[in-house]
């Protein structure tokens, strides 16, 4: 019995068999179908960029440029490593504010981008015509992938790993909602405690098998290599020249030319070409023809130059350009990494050993939100979807990543009972976690198509008009999205008073805000649970953290537990504002004046049962009405009639931020705990709750990072992960941004450094800067959040 399976002998597999074996792992073993590298990996472009848009991406990209040359060493064999540096340029405006967001957080980990103007690019043979800009990354690179792979290989076979080629896995062995194995083409079974699922575009089929979601896509992705061509630079930068597609690279004397196809040609792995390793497709100059006018736009030399080969070869995309890696929320024990966008053999480096520390800690070893397969919609994962999402899928991994741009392709997967409604009052509809929502509202036809802007956005007044309407009537909000666990059973109150790190041994009706930690301290979910009943309680988390919140409270909660999700069953209306008090008690019998906050119970509401929850994510008056479905549009219907009017996820977001409430997936999560978060007043230090003796230990210590609430000055567009200056020195990121919906103010959440015992006054008394698309902008710590500091109009 084999203690970890690995299902692929490509670039990922192997490096997660490398650092399992590093670990001092045992009793590990590779399976691979075919060949090593046959599948994807030994056709990979070779690029190895270490700059992402995001931090912990960064984090992941950069230790490729640790992990290569060290490998060589240990091996003796050379895995075609070299540092050429590349460029990335840009042909908009809005390429160069995003390139001025990137190349910041570069600097921020300890990279050498730069920014160049149009007029200072000067790479030979490049034609800068049309072109206004470009980063500079030192450190970009090229390994030779299959060179690279026999690298992992050899070191994973000293390090005791087993690699059996030929072998053709056809089942995942799943018993009891565990993986314990897989079944062979031969019908052999191999027993195991863990199984990796790393075998690219053919993963889908045995996930599907086991019952997991993988949103993942087989397609023709192509590149071409020219003939040897004198006298270009060595070594040749790497090239990204975004705005047209493409990509072009050095290879011993002759360039390597490929492009992100729109409408990429979906292939299907397992038709009957789909065994057959080292394939490669048929030559199709349609579609790459685009891609090669661009690179003789941009590289005249190649009109001399011949095409020594088209390569047309099969790579895995997934629905969002995310990859997929950890553990799943259908199957305990089955990890998976794959999906990885044309990226593979530079991200395997990073993959392989976080999944490698995940797999032997049984927790992922810092926050992988981005990538993490815990995010996936189920319905993503259907046939008929993943190959429509490819018509932008691949495109989306160069294009222009616009703040709030809404994909297009493969819409309307999830929408709620009231989705007719919400229409109807206007709604400009977009993406948030996986469900048709409400973004504004508008009956004019010229604020129902904004254009995209990476600065003030368009819609902006919109929002202060939606949130305008709560200072003195009341606004209706979709909230049917939010994930909500019914869990129940005599050991319920039990599991609920370990997992949280608040006091939920409270009356029943109380809802209680609190997070759920893990052993580290770090904040897993951000929750409110309602006690129902002496072993009933509802638990109500993100919406874009549904599958993997259920997940971590079946694998956590133990006991005689039932956990089951409603999220479907029920329609979530928000009532909201200044006026709801008085709104509700003309549509319902029951008294809304004596109804404290954070309490719930059921009500009447226009004839039909519902049951209220006096919350508000936006600061103000209100309740949560959760309605059955059956009986949702009367009672949307009839706020709605009584003058009532929509408001949107963008004036959410405006709303919740201008109070400071945080956000799971940006300003929380794994790493960050309640205190540095800002959140100690929701721990209950009287009890025992998983995570504790790590928050002990804080507390003895004291903090030396907090989450603050920043106002800016000036009118930018704060995102996420803009760079905290102090004095020059980058002191921390920001985690969240938006402009407060009522208070206009340009608001920003922010992890920053501190010294032990400093106050919060201490903090805010400190002089501070945020880098924002290369510009620095003032901005000062907030004592206390811009609207209502007090909450007395939440509580009123």
Same mark, same amino acid.
């Given at each position: ?58 984090? /992941? ?11 060589? =060493? ?64 030192? =450190? ?29 896995? *056809?089942? /995942? ?79 011993? &004397? ?19 070409? !789909? ?14 023809? $685009?891609?090669?006018? *661009? ?19 099969? =790579? ?22 794959? &999906?990885?966008?044309?990226? !593979?053999?530079?991200?395997? %480096? ?5 999944? %490698? ?25 259907? *046939? ?124 029943? !009706? ?85 109804? $404290? ?23 103000? /008056? ?5 309605? $059955? ?56 230090? &009287? ?94 710590? /907030? ?14």
């Amino acid at each position: 019995m084999a203690r970890t399976l690995i299902i692929g002998g490509g670039a990922v597999g192997l490096s997660l068999a490398y650092h399992l074996a590093r670990r001092g792992e045992r009793d590990i073993v590779l399976l691979e179908r075919n060949q090593l590298t046959s599948g994807t990996s030994w056709h990979a472009a070779g690029i190895v960029g270490p700059l992402r848009a995001t931090p912990n991406g960064t984090r /992941l990209a950069m230790y490729a440029g640790e992990l290569f040359p060290r490998l060589e =060493e240990e091996t003796g064999l050379s895995t075609g490593y070299r540092r050429t540096g590349g460029y990335w340029f840009a042909r908009e405006e809005a390429r160069m504010d995003e390139l001025r967001r990137i190349a910041a957080l570069g600097a921020h980990f300890g990279l050498t981008p730069s920014i160049l103007e149009g007029a200072e690019l000067a790479v030979p043979g490049v034609d800068p015509t049309g072109i206004i800009g470009a980063l500079r990354v030192e =450190e970009d690179a090229n390994v030779n992938p299959v060179d690279l792979c026999m690298a992992y290989a050899k070191a994973a076979r000293a390090g005791g790993v087993e690699i059996r080629e030929g072998v053709e896995v *056809a089942a /995942l062995l799943v018993e009891n909602g565990r993986a314990k194995g897989v079944r062979l083409a031969d019908g052999v079974e191999i027993l195991a405690d863990r199984v990796a699922l790393c075998a690219g575009a053919w993963s889908k089929k045995l996930a599907d098998a086991a019952g997991v979601a993988l949103p993942l896509q087989a397609v023709e992705h192509m590149y071409v290599v020219t003939e040897p061509m004198p006298h270009l630079p060595h070594p040749y930068p790497v090239l990204r020249d975004l705005d047209r597609g493409i990509y072009v690279k050095g290879d011993a &004397g002759k360039l390597v030319i490929g492009g992100f196809e729109p409408h990429a040609k979906c292939w299907n792995p397992h038709g009957p070409e !789909g065994n057959r390793p080292f394939l490669e497709f048929p030559e199709d100059w349609d579609q790459f023809t $685009p891609f090669m006018e *661009a690179a003789l736009a941009l590289i005249p030399a190649l009109e001399q130059a011949g095409i020594a080969h088209f390569m047309n070869g099969p =790579e895995s995309f997934t629905v969002d350009s995310r990859p997929l890696i950890g553990q799943t929320n259908e199957v305990d024990g089955l990890f998976v990494a794959a &999906g990885m966008n044309s990226v !593979g053999v530079m991200s395997s %480096a990073g993959i392989g050993r976080v999944l %490698a520390d995940w797999m032997a800690e049984s927790a992922a070893p810092m926050d992988l939100w981005e990538v993490d397969i815990a995010r996936v919609d189920p319905l993503t994962a259907a *046939a008929a979807h993943v190959e429509t999402r490819m018509e932008e899928a691949v495109a989306d991994v160069f294009a222009i990543h616009w703040p709030f741009k809404q994909p297009k392709a493969g819409r309307g997967l999830r929408i709620s009972a009231l989705h007719d409604r919400w229409a109807a009052a206007g709604a400009v509809f977009g993406l948030t976690a996986g469900w048709e929502r409400g973004l504004w509202y508008t009956a004019e036809d010229a604020e129902r198509s904004l254009p995209l802007s990476v600065g003030e956005q368009p819609w902006q007044e919109i929002v202060h008009r939606e949130a305008a309407v709560m200072d003195r009537g009341t606004a209706l909000i979709d909230l049917t999205p939010f994930g909500k666990f019914d869990v129940t059973g005599p050991d319920a109150l039990h599991a609920l008073q370990y997992l949280a790190a608040g006091n939920v041994d409270v009356a029943e !009706g109380r809802a209680v805000y609190t997070p759920l930690l893990n052993a580290k301290g770090g904040i897993e979910a951000d929750v409110t649970i309602t006690r129902l009943g002496a072993d009933r309680f509802r638990v109500t988390s993100g919406a874009a953290t549904r599958g993997r919140d259920l997940a971590w409270l079946r694998r956590n909660a133990g006991g005689r537990v039932r956990i089951t999700d409603v999220t479907e069953g029920e329609v979530v209306i928000g009532v909201m504002g200044a006026g709801s008090r008085d709104l509700l008690t003309t549509l319902s019998p029951d008294d809304w004046h004596d109804f $404290p906050f954070a309490t719930a119970r059921d009500v009447t509401v226009a004839g039909h049962p519902a049951r209220a929850t006096r919350v508000s994510f936006v600061g103000e /008056l209100g309740w949560e009405l959760s309605v $059955p479905v059956d009986a949702a549009k009367a009672v949307f219907d009839a706020p709605y009639g009584a003058g009532a009017r929509p408001l949107g996820h963008y004036a959410l977001d405006g709303c919740r931020i201008e109070k400071g409430f945080r956000h799971w997936g940006h300003d929380l999560g794994p790493e960050i705990t309640p205190m540095e978060a800002g959140l100690g007043f929701t721990v209950d230090w &009287g009890k025992e709750f998983l995570g504790k003796q790590a928050l002990e230990r804080q507390r003895a210590d004291g903090l030396t990072r907090r989450l603050h609430l920043f106002e800016i000055e000036g009118r930018p567009l704060v995102l996420h992960d803009e760079p905290i200056r102090e004095g020059g020195r980058v002191v921390g990121l920001t985690t969240s941004g938006a402009r407060g919906a009522r208070t206009r103010k340009g608001l920003a959440l922010g992890l920053i450094a501190i010294a032990p015992g400093e106050r919060v006054a201490d903090t805010a008394a400190r002089g501070f800067e945020i880098e924002i698309a290369g510009r620095l902008y003032p901005a000062r710590v /907030l004592e206390r959040p811009p609207f209502d500091p007090k909450g007395e109009r939440m509580k009123a």
